[in-house]
């Protein structure tokens, strides 16, 4: 059974069996899929790290199908009913859905009218009945009228036959998996608001009257509707399909169809008729409902976990200021800005509260101290919170360099999601145990300018807040994906060994948290590490757990010079060989690097892929995979939601990555919606081909909905503001002279768009964005 696990996972992936079988030797052993991606291409076949994780997911999968598939066959066995057929029929079932529908005739489960009446004896009266439509019911269930068996009348005895057929159709496997697919590609979801509810829901305003087919709705819709009806605001209906005039439902003739059931005018076809509409109406519909609804929801959560993971990817690897001081501002009106100044290793070194906004206006007194903070500590950054007085905030860091253009400042508006939280953590109290919560909030807008990916994973994936209707998520499958992430992440950048906090090395490959805590424990007691081979002195470090960690720590200014690059030390040897070849120091000398051919230093041990890798290396070690640091500038004059005009063009930094379009942070803390039509002049499949988190671009203002807090942008600064999409430059056509260009990322399809919606419409769909 292994081997067809891995034959199956290997034909969705299009690899050879033997990948699959390498990789799933080396996860089962310990090894976690950053260490594989990099470390074992040789046994996997190069498998990537995005390969591997769909591999992991899949075999979760099959692995507790066959645990299934295992138990149902003990189960119907020890039930004297199991056929060769039927353990075939087992065998070959593909999903959990088909192997659920295949067990349903023999699942235990509590007394039912069915089994009551065969009980009763009336099993021959349904079979009767079902194989031979001549018969007429009546007369035919006279005979098994006795009140002993709690059969009283002829009316009794139909009923409890009715019961048997419609238990045998219910529990028909190949039956209720046809009419499962027919319905989810005819039926639809219909809403409709509750009685009273109109204004209390107002938010869901959409779909007060809503109807759209299951194989058309996107992600935020389905989770936007299932949210309306938890909160009592909607009342949501599975149709089926468009209702039927006169006549059965399609439904219904499948299942007539498939037992024989055919109206002919014979004695016994009204009453089998009837027993079909019976069985559709009160038991069949009701179960595919139940499992449609768990197939949207599936749906849904799968896309939405899919934005976020992919958000969150984009907002991990955003590019880093470095190690540069910077000055943290965390806005506020009444309560003050805080302000926290870190060094370039982002240790705290000043902090202060200043009130230069309403109530107080003590404008110029706020300046006088950040100007003195600034020349004190040498600050090259100012990172602003975009939350709360953000705009306003931001205009003060602007008078500080316009009045103090000698200190050659440069101001940057930082997400802060999250920050709050982080502040209240039990690691901020560890780790900043003298500073009030409030200014531990202006350390970390500090800290993740300087580097995103340090500071973010201090912090519950699920609190930076870059996911859609992300409380509406499963939580596990939120948290495993979200995980995967972060760990893929921060082994793609590499960490400090010797600055690392231990939030960050606990992401490390084969770093437990205890492993983590030690980490940091044998650097403040003994000093920085001068080699990756030091390592194993750290209390409970055992060999697996280096062979995991080695490659993605680094050192800088240590002992050996390759304890700086992602070589794994297991590969050194490899590395002397070359120079040896070489008759020369390799690290940077790109020269001598690119005579060397790989296939000579191959080995029983290390293959093409590895000397390939570790030649790349040496190139430019320690290379950091994350984009150039840039910043936006916000239009000035340009702070609230009522500044904005259609037709403005403004720079802004993408915030939020959906299914059906981007939000972009234009500075007047509400963020707009550039609809996936209004991404480029060519089709867009997906949004991310386009943009992503942290992105800089610009866009044009095409509609501001004050009221309701809605504005809508575009990335095709040639669109004009109120006119129809058909009649704009491109839509979807092959100009590709006036496509928006973004550092070349935009990968836009040239076939022909789907029909799409208006931007209102968008921006009433979208459901989030706020700030």
Same mark, same amino acid.
């Given at each position: 059974m ?26 089962d ?20 790290d ?9 075999? #979760?999968? !099959? $692995? =507790?199908?066959?645990?299934? @598939?295992?138990? +149902?066959?003990?189960?119907? %066995? ?23 529908d ?12 069915a ?12 079979d009767?009945?079902l194989?031979?439509?001549n018969?007429?019911?009546?007369e035919?269930?006279a ?5 002993e ?23 028909d496997?190949?039956?209720? #998996?046809? !009419? $499962? =697919?027919?319905?989810?590609? @005819?039926?639809? +979801?219909?809403?409709?608001? %509750? ?9 869901f ?13 996107p ?7 299932f949210?309306?009806e938890?909160?009592e ?20 003739v499948?299942?007539?169809?498939r ?7 014979r004695?016994?076809d ?16 009701v179960?595919?409902?139940?499992d449609?609804? #768990?197939? !949207? $929801?599936q ?5 939405a ?14 590019a ?34 200043i ?17 003195v903070?600034?020349k ?9 919170g ?45 780790e900043?145990?003298e ?25 519950d ?6 996911g859609?209707?992300q ?5 596990s499958?939120?948290s ?7 760990e ?11 600055t ?21 424990l044998h ?19 055992g ?31 490899v ?16 020269a001598v690097l690119t005579?060397?051919?790989?296939e ?11 000397v ?17 640091f840039?910043?936006?500038t ?5 702070e ?7 037709g ?5 930094v ?10 972009v ?8 919606l ?8 060519n089709y ?5 081909d ?10 044009k ?15 095709r ?8 999409k058909?009649?704009q ?8 002279g ?34």
């Amino acid at each position: 059974m292994t081997t067809l696990i891995h034959q199956r996972i290997a034909d969705e992936l299009g690899v050879r069996a033997g990948q699959v079988s390498a990789a799933v030797e080396l996860l089962d052993g310990g090894a976690t899929v950053p260490f594989v991606a990099r470390y074992r291409k040789e046994a996997t076949g190069a498998l990537d790290d995005a390969q591997l994780r769909t591999l992991e997911e899949r075999l #979760g999968y !099959l $692995r =507790e199908l066959e645990e299934r @598939r295992a138990a +149902v066959l003990e189960s119907i %066995r020890g039930q004297g009913k199991l056929t060769d057929e039927l353990e075939a029929q087992i065998h070959a079932a593909d999903s959990k859905a088909r192997l659920e529908d295949i067990y349903l005739p023999y699942k235990p489960k509590r007394r039912t009218k069915a089994q009551i009446a065969k009980e009763a004896g009336l099993e021959p009266l349904a079979d009767a009945l079902l194989g031979d439509p001549n018969l007429n019911p009546q007369e035919t269930a006279a005979a098994y009228v006795d009140a002993e068996k709690q059969v009283p009348d002829v009316a009794a005895a139909l009923q409890g036959a009715r019961a048997i057929l419609v238990e045998r159709f219910g529990e028909d496997g190949d039956l209720i #998996g046809e !009419l $499962r =697919e027919h319905m989810w590609m @005819r039926g639809r +979801v219909v809403s409709k608001v %509750r009685e009273g509810k109109e204004t209390d829901g107002a938010k869901f305003s959409d779909y007060f009257e809503f109807s759209e087919p299951f194989s058309k709705l996107p992600s935020h819709r389905i989770l936007a509707l299932f949210r309306g009806e938890k909160e009592e605001v909607l009342d949501l209906v599975l149709e089926p399909e468009e209702p039927v005039e006169e006549g059965p439902s399609s439904f219904e003739v499948r299942i007539a169809a498939r037992f024989g059931v055919d109206d002919q005018g014979r004695a016994g076809d009204r009453w089998l008729t009837d027993t079909v509409r019976w069985a559709w109406r009160t038991r069949i519909l009701v179960h595919l409902g139940i499992d449609l609804r #768990g197939r !949207l $929801r599936q749906f849904a959560e799968d896309e939405a976990v899919r934005v976020f993971a992919s958000n969150l990817r984009d907002l991990l690897l955003a590019a880093p200021a470095g190690t540069r001081a910077t000055m943290g501002l965390d806005p506020g009106f009444r309560t003050g800005v805080k302000v926290a100044i870190v060094d370039a290793t982002g240790k705290v070194v000043a902090h202060d509260t200043i009130y230069p906004h309403v109530p107080a206006n003590r404008w110029d007194e706020s300046l006088a101290k950040l100007a003195v903070l600034a020349k004190q500590h040498n600050v090259d950054l100012i990172a602003i919170g975009n939350g709360t007085a953000s705009r306003e905030t931001d205009k003060l860091a602007a008078d500080l360099i316009a009045r103090q253009p000698d200190l050659k400042l440069t101001k940057v508006v930082v997400s802060e999601a999250g920050a709050s939280v982080y502040s209240a953590s039990a690691y901020a109290s560890s780790e900043l145990p003298e500073l009030d919560v409030s200014i531990r909030g202006a350390v970390s807008i500090a800290r993740r300018l300087q580097d995103p990916l340090a500071e973010l994973v201090k912090i519950d994936p699920k609190s930076i807040g870059v996911g859609q209707y992300q409380h509406d998520i499963t939580e596990s499958k939120l948290s495993r994906s979200l995980d995967a992430v972060v760990e893929d992440c921060v082994n793609a950048v590499g960490v400090d060994l010797n600055t690392a906090s231990v939030p960050l090395l606990t992401r490390v490959s084969g770093i437990s948290a205890g492993l983590a805590e030690n980490i940091v424990l044998h650097r403040d007691s003994n000093g920085p590490f001068r080699t990756r081979d030091s390592l194993k002195n750290v209390a409970r470090l055992g060999p697996k757990a280096f062979e995991q960690c080695a490659g993605f720590l680094r050192i800088r200014g240590g002992d050996e010079p390759l304890d700086q690059s992602s070589v794994h030390p297991e590969a050194y040897p490899v590395v002397r060989r070359m120079q040896e070849n070489a008759g020369a120091e390799l690290i940077g000398n790109t020269a001598v690097l690119t005579k060397l051919r790989p296939e000579t230093f191959v080995d029983d041990t290390f293959g093409l892929p590895t000397v390939t890798d570790i030649l790349r290396e040496l190139e430019k070690p320690g290379r950091d995979p994350r984009p150039a640091f840039k910043t936006a500038t916000f239009a000035e004059g340009v702070e609230k939601l009522s500044d904005l005009k259609p037709g403005m063009v403004l720079e802004g930094v993408v915030t939020n990555v959906a299914a059906f379009g981007a939000f972009v942070d234009i500075g007047v803390h509400q963020d707009g919606l550039v609809h996936i039509s209004a991404l480029s002049n060519n089709y867009v499949k997906d949004p991310r081909d386009v943009v992503k988190s942290g992105d800089v671009v610009r866009v044009k203002v095409l509609e501001v909905d004050v009221a309701r807090k809605r504005i809508g942008l575009t990335l095709r600064l040639q669109d004009e503001p109120g006119k129809p999409k058909q009649q704009q430059g491109g839509g979807g056509g092959r100009d590709r002279g006036n496509r928006p260009q973004r550092d070349n990322r935009d990968k836009g399809r040239t076939s022909p768009p789907p029909a799409a919606g208006s931007m209102a419409d968008a921006l009433r769909r979208a459901g989030f964005g706020n700030k």
